[in-house]
C-alpha cells in the first residue's frame, strides 16, 4: 500500500461549513402578556434527507404520463430479486481517521486485498466492516456496495463506490469519485445534505448513493409507508440499446444511454447499437422513474408484509433505474445492508446478494418473489418525469414533506 494522502475530510474546512448565530431578547414589562410557541414541522436529516424537492422526496404527481415498461414477460422472469446494499453511516469527531484506499472493480477477485494508492484520509467507526446479515455475506463479497458517510459538521456527505471495510481498524477500501473518476460514471465526492441529493455514487447512472435507499426500520412490520422513491436495477438485457439517447459529454465519457436525472450510463455503453445494452425500450434505462400506476393497484395481488409495503412505494413515488445487476437475469432493490439481518429476524428470510429471494420451492423467500415479480411486471415509465416536471408534475400522490430542521428551506416554508 503506497501513501499518497492528497486530503483529509474534515468538517468545518469546506464549501458546506455553516456558521449559526443566536440572539436572545429580554423585554421586561409590567403588563401581564400571554405567549404562543409555534413549533414548525420539520424532519430528522439522517433519516430523511434531502430537501423536500429531492427527486428521492416528491411523490408521483397527476400529470405523470405512463408508458408500460413491459419487463418480466412470460419465459423472461427473473432469476431472483435481492438487496444491492447501501451504506450510511454518520460519524463523528470521536472516530479515528482512517486511510482511505482508493481502489474497486466488480470482478470475482478478492476485495479485501488491499492494492490501492491512500488518497484520503476519513474519520470513520473503527469497529465497523461492510459483512450483513449476521456475516452471511462476507466483507468481501463482490457487490456494488455504495456508500454514504455523514461527517461531523452534520451536513456534508461524502460518496464512494464500491466499498470494502474487511475487518475492525482496517483501510476503507473504495473508488475516491470525484470529477476525474468514477465507477464508471463520475460523481461528486461531496453532497450537502439539504440540497437535492440527485447525484452520487452509483457508477452505472451517476445518481445517489443515499437518496431512495430503503432505509432500516422501513421494512419491519409496525413500519408506516415508505415516503420517499425507491432505488432498483434491472439486468443490462432490458436497458434501450438499439440507437444513442444522448450526446456525447465529458461527464458521460461516451456512455449515452440515460435519461435525466442520470448522468451517464454504464461501463460497455459506448456503442449503440452494438454495446453492452440490448433492451428495445426507449424509456427503460439509466435515471428512469418507474412506477405503478394508481389505477392498477387491484390487480397487482400482493401476499406479503414486504411486498404491500414496496408495492404502495412504487404506487405513491415510484423508482429510479440507478445501476446494473450484472451477470444473469436478476432485479435489485436498494436497501441499507441492515436491513438483510432485520428481514430475516422479522419474516425468516432475507433479500441478501448473491442469493436472494427466488421461485424455488424450498425458499423460504419464494412468496415474496412472487409478490416482486407481480410488482415489477405493473411497473411503468414516468415519461414525462423531468426538472419541471418531477414526478409527472401535477398534485403529487403525497404532499410535500417538511423541511429538514435547521435548513434554510425550514426557515422560509410557511
Not at 42 to 48: G, V
Not at 60 to 77: I, K, N
Amino acid at each position: 500500500m503506497k501513501d499518497e494522502t492528497v486530503l483529509i475530510f474534515l468538517p468545518g474546512t469546506g464549501p458546506t461549513a455553516t456558521t449559526t448565530t443566536t440572539t436572545t431578547i429580554t423585554t421586561t414589562t409590567t403588563t401581564t402578556t400571554t405567549t404562543t410557541m409555534t413549533t414548525t414541522p420539520c424532519r430528522d436529516r439522517f433519516l430523511e434527507p434531502f430537501s423536500s424537492r429531492s427527486i428521492w422526496n416528491v411523490a408521483v404527481g397527476s400529470g405523470a404520463q405512463f408508458v408500460p415498461a413491459g419487463l418480466y414477460t412470460a419465459g423472461r422472469e427473473p432469476q431472483q430479486f435481492h438487496n444491492d446494499q447501501d451504506f450510511f453511516l454518520r460519524v463523528t469527531e470521536a472516530d479515528p481517521l482512517t486511510p482511505w484506499v482508493h481502489q474497486g472493480d466488480w470482478a470475482g477477485d478478492d476485495h479485501c486485498n488491499v492494492a490501492g494508492p491512500v488518497v484520503s484520509q476519513i474519520r470513520f467507526p473503527r469497529d465497523w466492516t461492510s459483512a450483513s446479515d449476521g456475516g452471511r455475506s462476507k466483507p468481501g463479497q463482490p457487490d456494488n456496495n455504495a456508500m454514504g458517510v455523514l461527517l461531523p459538521d452534520n451536513r456534508t456527505i461524502v460518496q464512494m463506490q464500491p466499498a470494502y471495510r474487511c475487518a475492525p481498524g482496517s483501510p476503507l477500501l473504495a473508488r475516491f469519485g470525484n470529477a476525474t473518476d468514477g465507477c464508471p460514471e463520475r460523481f461528486p465526492n461531496e453532497t450537502d445534505i439539504f440540497g437535492d441529493g440527485a447525484l452520487g455514487a452509483h457508477g452505472g447512472s451517476g445518481l445517489s448513493g443515499v437518496g431512495g435507499t430503503i432505509r432500516s426500520g422501513e421494512l419491519l412490520p409496525q413500519a408506516g409507508p415508505i415516503r420517499h422513491a425507491l432505488k432498483i436495477e434491472l439486468q443490462h438485457q432490458w436497458y434501450y440499446g438499439q440507437s444513442k439517447l444522448q450526446p456525447t459529454t465529458v461527464m458521460n465519457g461516451g456512455r449515452c444511454q440515460y435519461v435525466w436525472p442520470a448522468t451517464g450510463s454504464d461501463g460497455g455503453t459506448q456503442k449503440a447499437p452494438g454495446g453492452l445494452y440490448g433492451g428495445t425500450n426507449p424509456h427503460v434505462v439509466p435515471g428512469a422513474l418507474l412506477a405503478i400506476p394508481s389505477e392498477l393497484s387491484s390487480v397487482v395481488n400482493i401476499s406479503t408484509t414486504i411486498g404491500g409495503k414496496i408495492k404502495q412505494a412504487l404506487i405513491d413515488f415510484g423508482a429510479y433505474i440507478v445501476d446494473d445487476t450484472g451477470a444473469g437475469n436478476m432485479a435489485a432493490i436498494c436497501m441499507e445492508a441492515p436491513v438483510n439481518a432485520e428481514m430475516r429476524a422479522a419474516y425468516g428470510y432475507a433479500m441478501t446478494y448473491p442469493h436472494g429471494v427466488s421461485a424455488a420451492d424450498n425458499d423460504p423467500g419464494k412468496m415474496l418473489y412472487e409478490d416482486l415479480l407481480h410488482i415489477f411486471q405493473a411497473l411503468h415509465v414516468v415519461a414525462n418525469n423531468g426538472p419541471d416536471s418531477i414526478g409527472g408534475g401535477g398534485t403529487p400522490r403525497v404532499p410535500a414533506k417538511p423541511p429538514i430542521c435547521g435548513s434554510e428551506e425550514m426557515f422560509h416554508s410557511g
